[in-house]
């Protein structure tokens, strides 16, 4: 059973800074792309950033400048730096990871349950 627990959301003011945490656990083999997703309110769910194995990011570009991917391949970590946050932020951002799983051949997706980031003043 592979699980990705997030953390760091909450609520900030404009301008401000939070960092997204995301762990992955279970039987992994190994992890090809770690990434960020998120979803606003009524809309469809969009990418952030993601990570490759080969340390190539890949940003929207709504948040290019101010939020930085960064992953920890040793821990199946990866973090989302966020900075200078606005309002439009604000959304449910759920954690993924490509990976191949133990004694096994084929690349299978894993979305994390999502943390909440709210973005007012």
């Known amino acids: 059973q592979v699980q990705l627990v997030e953390s760091g959301g909450g609520l900030v003011q404009p301008g401000g800074s939070l960092r997204l945490s995301c762990a992955a656990s279970?039987?992994?083999?190994?992890?090809?792309?770690m990434g960020w997703y998120r979803q606003a309110p009524g809309k469809q769910r969009e990418l952030v950033a993601t990570?490759?194995?080969?340390?190539?990011?890949n940003y929207a570009d709504s948040v290019k400048g101010r939020f930085t991917i960064s992953r920890d391949n040793a821990k199946n970590t990866v973090d989302l730096q966020m900075n200078r946050l606005k309002p439009e932020d604000t959304a449910v951002y759920y954690c993924?990871?490509?990976?191949?799983?133990?004694?096994?051949?084929?690349?299978?997706?894993?979305w994390g349950q999502g943390t909440q980031v709210t973005v007012s003043s």
């Open positions: 993924k990871i490509v990976y191949t799983g133990k004694g096994l051949t084929f690349r299978y997706d894993a």
């Open positions: 279970g039987s992994i083999s190994s992890i090809y792309a």
């Open positions: 990570d490759t194995n080969g340390g190539s990011a």
